[in-house]
């Protein structure tokens, strides 16, 4: 099976911008959870979709934003980027309905913020 | 609220000795426990998790990891370690009972391992 991918794997924004980044879990898995990290905090939850449906969502502000799609595609979307969320955003799916199941991560977006 | 913490931000050790990296949590009720392994420009990879059983975890790469309730720990060890595995590592909690169902992991704020030739 193919791994998570995500794309692009890097971009350069100016600050006020807004960013599109997209996730493709992995075939048959339906939850997926977006994390951003950075050297100062480290890995932090964003938000996390299962069918389509935010489920669960971290302490970010509302520019910051997601959807899924009917194949399990997500994206997630920052508006009027500021210097702060210049991180690795990274996507991770995991296979429904057992919660024990570990995360699978793709190897994430670089994105900076000029 | 659940919580992570490794108390380190780096260990170095010899090539060829074993390994500790350390992990405590915070959680609730009965944990799920994961040890996940991030190389320069990667994303994570899983090693290791512990749901419940045997409080000895085996995972990938020749890791292992001791689950223990009474000192809220969840320790990461290497009998003997190589160069190829300096990276950075993450230790990462679900609480399953946290309503919702969600798969939301929290991560401790890693610690850089570095193994010496």
């Known amino acids: 099976k193919a791994g998570v991918t995500q794309t692009p794997r890097y971009l350069i924004k100016t600050r006020g911008q807004q960013v599109t980044l997209s996730c493709s879990p992995i075939s048959g898995h339906r939850s997926v959870s977006w994390y951003q990290q950075t050297p100062g905090q480290g890995l932090q939850f964003l938000f996390e979709?299962?069918?389509?449906?935010?489920?669960n969502k971290g302490n970010f502000p509302g520019r910051f934003s997601g959807r899924q799609f009917s194949n399990s595609r997500s994206e997630m979307n920052v508006s009027t980027l500021e210097l702060g969320d210049s991180a690795l955003y990274l996507c991770?799916?995991?296979?429904?309905?057992?919660?024990?199941?570990?995360?699978?991560f793709g190897p994430g977006t670089r994105l900076t913020v000029l | 609220a659940q919580s992570v913490a490794q108390p380190e931000d780096q260990v170095n050790v010899a090539e060829g000795n074993p390994l500790t990296v350390k992990c405590t949590y915070s959680?609730?009720?009965?944990?799920?426990l994961f040890w996940y392994v991030q190389y320069p420009n990667r994303g994570l990879q899983f090693l290791l998790k512990y749901i419940t059983g045997d409080n000895l975890v085996k995972g990938s790469y020749g890791f292992e990891a001791e689950f223990n309730k009474s000192q809220t720990s969840f320790h990461l060890k290497k009998p003997s370690a190589l160069v190829s595995d300096s990276a950075l590592y993450f230790c990462?909690?679900?609480?399953?009972?946290?309503?919702?169902?969600?798969?939301?992991?929290?991560f401790g704020k890693g610690t850089k391992l570095s193994v010496i030739p």
């Open positions: 991770a799916s995991s296979l429904e309905e057992v919660l024990s199941s570990e995360q699978f």
């Open positions: 959680v609730s009720g009965n944990p799920y």
């Open positions: 979709y299962f069918s389509e449906t935010q489920r």
């Open positions: 990462a909690v679900r609480d399953p009972n946290s309503g919702a169902g969600s798969y939301q992991l929290t």
